[in-house]
């Protein structure tokens, strides 16, 4: 009778059964998996929970470890997007060749627009 070792890495709110699954035929005792449990946890900072279920032949499992990563390296809560503002027009070419005539420091002249009139028919 063959047995094989599921392991399931699950991250900081996951389930186990949602977590991600790997096999291995050569952890078969607890101290084995405690120590691949480790070892795992200090490759990848993001998994929170290790378990480890020795399974045979007739899909009978025995739970061998389960180990939580006390130094789990959360993942950062999705910031809302800041809002892009608009970019500011450039002056038109009118306005740039006056601007280097005068300079900068000279006051910006406002161009009063005349209100619409109707024609009558």
């Not at 709110?13 to 480790?38: C, F, H, M, N, P």
């Not at 005068?102 to 619409?116: D, E, F, L, V, Y």
């Amino acid at each position: 009778m063959s047995e094989a070792t599921e392991i399931y890495l699950c991250k900081a709110g996951q389930a186990l059964k949602q977590g991600r699954v790997e096999y291995s035929d050569s952890i078969s005792t607890k101290a084995e998996a405690e120590l691949d449990a480790i070892q795992r946890c200090k490759w990848d900072k993001k998994i929170a929970k290790v378990a480890y279920y020795a399974v045979n032949d007739a899909g009978d499992f025995k739970i061998i470890l389960t180990y939580n990563n006390p130094h789990v390296e959360k993942d950062e809560e999705e910031k809302p997007e800041k809002v892009k503002k608009k970019p500011t027009k450039k002056p038109g070419l009118v306005a740039r060749v006056v601007q280097a005539v005068t300079g900068p420091s000279a006051t910006k002249k406002k161009i009063k627009k005349k209100p619409a009139t109707r024609k009558k028919k």
